[in-house]
């Protein structure tokens, strides 16, 4: 690429061609003002704040939108740029209120910040000022339509960056409005972005609006705590003492300037009514609140029987992924120093065939931030947009780029970016699906598949899949992931195989979506039945559905809703309801009282330092950023005060630094040596022909993944949030005489949800869709099992 | 006296492609297509200095050199007939009573440009003249004037006619292209300019409807010739559309530099006998000129702008004695003011203020630093904006305060107009 030279304020410098002059000034770390411009959207050039002298032009010109030419000589803050600045500033103000005493962007504002440099004293406009109607956005986005200075970013935001257009410019000229759609609200899973994005008071946090002004608020850094990306963000504080805000803190490599709305606005369940915020143990039958001494002497003790009179095979933990690594390490430790192996976090896991031929920590196999530059990748199992929102709009950046997007899933997937090809059938057909793609690659590569595969070779490969094979065939850097909904697959080892043989043969890389903040960071920690912290491999204790299908007598559970969290809801609570003892470490209450025998508060993720490792192997510590609300603790304090009481060695830590150095003293190059997807040998695979009508699809709703994120009121009373259906296509409808929009029951084992059924051909005949993780279908029981249908009034 | 345009139409029965064809019609499309090379029909253009019709007198065939040569994958040609700006009414009498000239000019451009295709983009509020165009079209199509292999050659080219919605920005190019993809009239920054990122993001040359209704004449006899019937740098003829206070309104093709003063006489002169006071020379985005500086000014692009003002579109609004300066601003000043599209801060922000001022002028409410703030604010508009229409929001303004400013002041000291008597005599 050419470079130019170019002078901006005396000072010169180099930029590409297709550069601009605000790229040349940002460079040179000039500031130069605007509203409309953004590094990441598309230029719009209508604010006209960011107006600069250009050598030999006849007029001002907008330094965002004017390309940078050779020998360019650029003033941005000479009296003629400045009069020109100051003439859009005036023109900027005189429409918009002076209400910034009680406006929430008020000392963040970007137009309050300028008017202070650019704006005039007193104002020359003596006509009256426009007002403009506030819009319904919805639960999250709190509207001040006259303040809006219609810069456009949000509208950009949304086509650009969350793949749908929700808001767009209404009307023309003065009388020109930001919009939805016709009675819409703005239900993107990032659509909080749209916030930060606004450079005045006109969208702002509906949850926050009013509770505190943004210069009373402390800062700490912190990672979010949803899913495996890890995104960097800044907790906001009052008083030392209540989370107020949770914004993004711009990390290139992870999440950028963005975050999900999950990550954003979970921080209300940290104030819930629900918080634990003392001991509760149990005095005949009656739950009462008690001391640490007291309740941590009464899990020891339990601990101490069991394991003389059963053994130590007899205990058993099911821990939170999004737990921190120190808290898992310890848990971890704690069993196995008792003497058992039964640890596990992949509580939503069914098939668990790979941790006989999986040595290394399975990861996503291809850093974030080189996603962009993928030209074809193949996704297999994934709502993506749920699962991952923020991976999401790293591939639509891949799109715009030119990428080909493939997926294999049981339902189609609206990614809001153009999908190349979409292979969809029944949760048990994905297998044979996958299988075609390889066949497909394989003929096109011209390579024998491995003898270990042959047995899923039956069926010609469709259009689709051939399809899929081209396009990854054909475009060198591509790359194959696994989501949740493969993870949680019954058949979870054959996926994961033949994608691994897919890799092989088209030399890609290849890896699973991290589910949970710290997914990477539990295996890592040995919080896994397989492989103890630093790989150690022991005699496999029980996974997490052989806890629940073989009970155990007792058991710690950490940072977990067994009945939603757990793949068999039904089985968990059934085991853990015939366990003699069940500890609870849990932040909230939730049903804890209705298993658990002692119930011991813990600190959620802000109100504790920590590690989390993300899905890409990415070592991120924080800090606290408030005190743990009422008696609560961190769960690491806990687990060390047992090891104590239970009388076990090296249980001194004073810190989660000492934890860490324990585990290691190079976390960083441990994690690197320790990424691996590759298998040692074939796992068993599972073959076999449909599960029967109908199969359960069973998904995690975007906002039911932890106790934390349910807790958000405003989450919840979301579109996305609020939504939860059973969908089935129209054959199975018709087959069943059922109707869109009526209210079905769904019945599984003993279990019945009641729910409202969506008739979407999105979903292939002979399954339903069936949320799980969800408080109304935590009746049901198996997340791939089948389910039967009715009518209900 | 030569008409370039509308030579030979004189009435309702002209528009057809036998009545083109017996005038002369597509000899210029078949001499192109019998040996001629792009660059020999660009040469001739340029020759011609044939300058934009559409309002801004940009060169047209250095325009047409603009646009990429070797490029793989379509190109487009788009003709602006979507004439909004008040005062202009010229190009829907081209398309009303010559249309083939306009479809014969659009298939030379494309061929000289490479375009396969092309759009006519119409105003939105003339029905009747659409459906006519779609009928002239489909006469060139079924006689192989337009379509695949163009009067057996190599060459093929097909043209659609595009009904506007009547919002006068999308007579602006970008505006227009926008429209046409089926997305709201607005703006797009320049650069990049539609020459490399047009209709589609695809290399587009946009023309007004006269400029390449100017384009088989220039073929046919030359770019000299047509240079002839003006003056240098000005060349052909060209139509006003003549309005206001005349007695014969209407459009007149004339050479370019035939003085103004011939125009109005050619337009029956001052209705009633009445004192000329004011003229826009080039439709109402241009600055207003006292009448003894027009009777002493030639209708072409160069003198127009050595008097102070620009030929523009060519609409020659004409005013006499009894018309209010303020009262006549005031109206130019809500036009801008509900047509700005918004987009950008200046234009949706600045032509409200400025409305607002005039009005309270205009009723009684005037201070007499508002003309100060109408200058002013004028200044902080023109050329700051994404499009021209900023600048067509201000250049009255200014030109209304500046050659006018006493009847101004009289609004604001006396609360009245001071033609009111003349108004009211007028009345009686
Ligand atoms: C607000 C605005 C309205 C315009 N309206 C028209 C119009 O109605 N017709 C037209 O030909 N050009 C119009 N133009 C000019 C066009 O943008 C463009 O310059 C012209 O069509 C180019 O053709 P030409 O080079 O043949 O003049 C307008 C420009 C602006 C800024
Ligand atoms: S709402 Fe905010 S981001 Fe959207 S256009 Fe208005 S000022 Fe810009
Ligand atoms: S100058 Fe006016 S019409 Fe042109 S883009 Fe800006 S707001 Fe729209
Ligand atoms: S920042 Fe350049 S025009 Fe808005």
Same mark, same amino acid.
């Given at each position: ?20 002059v605000m ?40 330094a965002?939108?004017?390309?940078a ?41 970007k ?64 009388h020109?409005?930001?919009l ?20 005045v008071?006109?969208?702002t ?8 002004r ?5 800062q ?47 921080y ?18 009656q ?21 003389d009179?059963?053994?130590?095979d007899?205990?058993?933990?099911l ?61 297999i ?26 997926l ?55 259009a ?20 949740c ?5 019954e ?13 092989r ?36 204790g029980? !996974?997490?559905? %052989?806890? =629940? &299908?073989?009970?155990? *007598? #007792?058991?710690?559970?950490?940072? $977990?809703?067994? +009945? /939603? ?80 009481l ?7 830590f004073?810190?989660?630094? !000492?934890?860490? %150095?324990? =585990? &290691?003293?190079?976390? *960083? #190059?441990l994690?690197?040596?320790? $990424?691996?997807? +590759? /298998?040692?040998?074939a ?10 009508t ?29 939504t ?25 084992g ?44 | 006296?030569t ?13 057809r ?13 078949r001499?192109?297509?019998?040996g ?5 029909v660009?040469?001739e ?35 602006n ?6 005062g202009?009414?010229?190009d ?39 459906e ?6 489909e ?6 004037f ?21 919002a006068y ?8 292209l ?56 000005n ?8 309005s ?90 809500w ?26 002028i ?34 009255p ?16 000291t006396?609360k ?13």
């Amino acid at each position: 690429m050419a470079l130019l030279n170019i002078e901006v304020d005396g000072q010169t410098t180099q930029v590409e061609s297709g550069r601009t002059v605000m790229d040349a000034a940002r460079q040179l770390g000039i500031k130069i003002p605007h509203f409309c411009y953004h590094r990441k959207l598309s230029i719009a050039a209508n604010c006209r704040m960011c107006l600069v002298q250009v050598e030999k032009a006849p007029k001002p010109l907008p330094a965002c939108a004017t390309p940078a030419a050779e020998g360019m000589k650029v003033s941005t803050h000479s009296e003629y740029a400045v009069n020109a600045q100051k003439a859009v500033m005036e023109f900027l103000l005189v429409n918009h209120p002076l209400d910034c005493p009680i406006c929430d962007q008020g000392g963040e504002c970007k137009l309050q910040d300028m008017s202070v440099g650019y704006g005039g004293g007193a104002s020359r406009f003596k006509e009256e000022k426009r007002v403009v109607a506030n819009k319904d956005l919805g639960p999250l986005i709190a509207t001040d339509m006259t303040r809006c200075i219609l810069c456009t970013r949000c509208v950009r935001f949304g086509q650009e960056i969350a793949g749908i257009m929700e808001l767009g410019v209404g009307g023309r000229g003065e009388h020109s409005e930001i919009l939805a759609f016709v009675d819409q609200t703005v239900d993107s899973e990032i659509s909080g972005n749209a916030i930060d994005l606004c450079p005045v008071g006109a969208l702002t946090s509906k949850p926050f609006r009013y509770s505190a002004r943004s210069w009373e608020l402390t800062q700490h850094d912190s990672i979010g705590a949803h899913d495996g990306l890890g995104s960097n963000v800044v907790v906001q504080v009052k008083q030392n003492t209540k989370v107020m805000r949770v914004l993004p803190n711009n990390n290139d490599d992870v999440n950028e300037c963005w975050l999900s709305d999950r990550d954003r606005f979970s921080y209300e369940g940290l104030n819930s009514a629900d918080r634990l915020t003392t001991p509760l143990i149990k005095e005949n039958g009656q739950w009462v609140e008690a001391t640490w001494v007291e309740a941590l002497q009464i899990v020891a003790d339990a601990f101490n029987k069991i394991k003389d009179v059963q053994g130590a095979d007899a205990l058993g933990a099911l821990v939170s992924p999004n737990s921190t690594l120190e808290e898992l390490y310890l848990a971890q430790k704690l069993l196995r120093d008792l003497g058992s192996h039964h640890i596990d976090h992949r509580v939503r896991q069914s098939d668990f065939s790979l941790d006989a031929v999986q040595t290394n920590i399975p990861w996503l196999g291809l850093p974030v931030a080189q996603w962009p530059e993928l030209k074809s990748c193949l996704i297999i199992g994934s709502s993506l947009r749920a699962e991952q929102p923020l991976l999401a709009v790293r591939l639509r950046e891949a799109v715009r780029n030119g990428a080909q997007i493939n997926l294999i899933n049981p339902f189609v997937d609206d990614l809001a970016m153009p999908v190349a090809h979409q292979l969809v059938g029944t949760p048990s057909q994905l297998p044979g699906l996958l299988a075609e793609v390889l066949q497909a690659v394989a003929a096109l590569q011209n390579v024998t598949v491995s003898a270990a595969l042959q047995p899923l070779m039956s069926h010609a490969p469709s259009a689709v899949a051939q399809g899929i094979a081209e396009s990854l065939v054909n475009n060198s850097s591509c790359a194959l992931f696994l989501g949740c909904l493969a993870q949680h697959h019954e058949a979870y080892g054959t996926l994961y195989a033949v994608t691994v043989e897919l890799a092989r043969i088209l030399k890609a890389p290849f890896g699973v979506l991290g589910e949970a903040a710290n997914s990477v960071g539990a295996v890592l920690a040995g919080a896994v039945p397989h492989r103890g912290p630093l790989g150690t491999h022991n005699a496999p204790g029980l !996974d997490a559905q %052989a806890m =629940l &299908s073989s009970p155990r *007598k #007792a058991y710690l559970v950490m940072g $977990l809703e067994p +009945e /939603l969290d757990c793949a068999n809801p039904a089985a968990a609570l059934a085991a853990l309801k015939g366990a003699d003892f069940v500890v609870a470490l849990s932040a909230f209450r939730g049903q804890t009282p209705n298993w658990a025998s002692v119930i011991l508060p813990v600190a959620p993720f802000t109100e504790t330092a920590g590690t989390f490792i993300s899905m890409e192997g990415r070592v991120q510590s924080f800090k606290g950023a408030v005190a743990p609300q009422g008696q609560a603790r961190p769960a690491w304090k806990v687990l060390r005060v047992l090891g104590n009481l239970l009388e076990l060695q090296g249980y001194d830590f004073e810190s989660v630094d !000492d934890i860490r %150095a324990e =585990l &290691s003293h190079d976390l *960083k #190059a441990l994690t690197k040596n320790s $990424l691996g997807n +590759e /298998l040692a040998a074939a796992p068993a695979l599972k073959v076999r022909a449909s599960l029967g009508t109908i199969e359960r699809i069973g998904e995690v709703p975007v906002y039911q993944t932890d106790a934390l994120v349910r807790r958000s009121p405003s989450l919840q009373a979301s579109r996305l949030g609020s939504t939860v259906e059973v969908q089935i296509n129209s054959a199975l409808a018709s087959r069943l005489n059922l109707k869109c929009g009526q209210n079905v029951r769904v019945r599984q084992g003993q279990g019945v949800a009641h729910l409202v059924l969506r008739v979407n051909d999105a979903v292939p005949d002979g399954s339903a869709r069936v949320p799980v993780g969800h408080p109304l279908t935590a009746q049901l029981n198996d997340a791939n099992g089948v389910v039967s249908l009715e009518g209900a009034s | 006296m030569t008409q370039v345009i509308m030579g030979g139409c004189d009435g309702e029965n002209t528009w057809r492609l036998k009545d083109y064809v017996a005038r002369g019609g597509y000899e210029a499309l078949r001499k192109v297509l019998s040996g001629m090379t792009p660059d020999q029909v660009i040469t001739e253009v340029k020759t011609s200095a044939l300058r934009g019709r559409g309002g801004a007198g940009f060169p047209t065939g250095l325009k047409w050199t603009f646009m990429p040569k070797n490029y793989v994958g379509d190109k487009y040609v788009v003709c602006n007939s979507d004439e909004g700006e008040p005062g202009t009414f010229k190009d829907r009498d081209i398309l009303r009573y010559n249309p083939h000239a306009l479809i014969e000019g659009m298939i030379i451009a494309a061929f000289a440009m490479g375009a396969t295709r092309g759009y006519n983009y119409i105003h939105g509020e003339i029905w009747s003249v659409y459906e006519r165009c779609e009928e002239a079209i489909e006469e060139a199509r079924s006689a192989g004037f337009l379509g695949n292999n163009i009067l057996g050659s190599s060459f093929s080219f097909n043209l659609y006619n595009h009904h506007g919605y009547g919002a006068y920005i999308c007579g602006e190019e970008t505006a227009l292209l926008e429209s046409i993809e089926g997305k709201k009239g607005q703006p797009r920054y320049k650069p990049p300019f539609p020459a490399t990122y047009g209709l589609y993001g695809k290399p587009t040359t946009i023309n007004n409807t006269e400029t390449f209704a100017s384009v088989p004449w220039i073929i046919q006899h030359g770019g000299q010739a047509f240079l002839e019937i003006g003056r240098p740098n000005n060349g052909g003829s060209k139509m006003f559309s003549v309005s206001g206070h005349v007695n014969k309104p209407g459009n007149y093709e004339v050479p370019m530099g035939t003085p103004f003063a011939t125009l109005l006489e050619m337009a029956g002169g001052m209705r009633d006998g009445r004192a000329i006071k004011a003229v826009i020379p080039g439709g109402s985005s241009m600055p207003v000129l006292p009448g003894h500086i027009m009777m002493q000014t030639d209708m072409d692009y160069d003198s127009i702008a050595k008097a102070g003002s620009m030929l523009g579109s060519g609409a020659v609004i004409v005013m006499d004695d009894t018309t209010c300066m303020v009262g006549m601003l005031e109206r130019l000043a809500w036009f801008y003011h509900e047509e700005s599209c918004g987009q950008c801060t200046p234009c949706r922000e600045g032509t409200g203020w400025l409305y607002r001022i005039i009005h309270r002028i205009e009723h009684g409410q005037g201070r007499m630093e508002d003309l100060d703030l109408l200058l002013s604010l004028s200044d902080n508009i023109q050329g700051r904006t994404i499009c021209a229409l900023g600048d067509a929001a201000a250049m009255p303004v200014r030109s209304f305060v500046n050659h006018f400013r006493a009847e101004f002041e009289h609004h604001i000291t006396h609360k009245r107009c001071l033609v009111g008597s003349a108004h009211s005599e007028k009345a009686a």
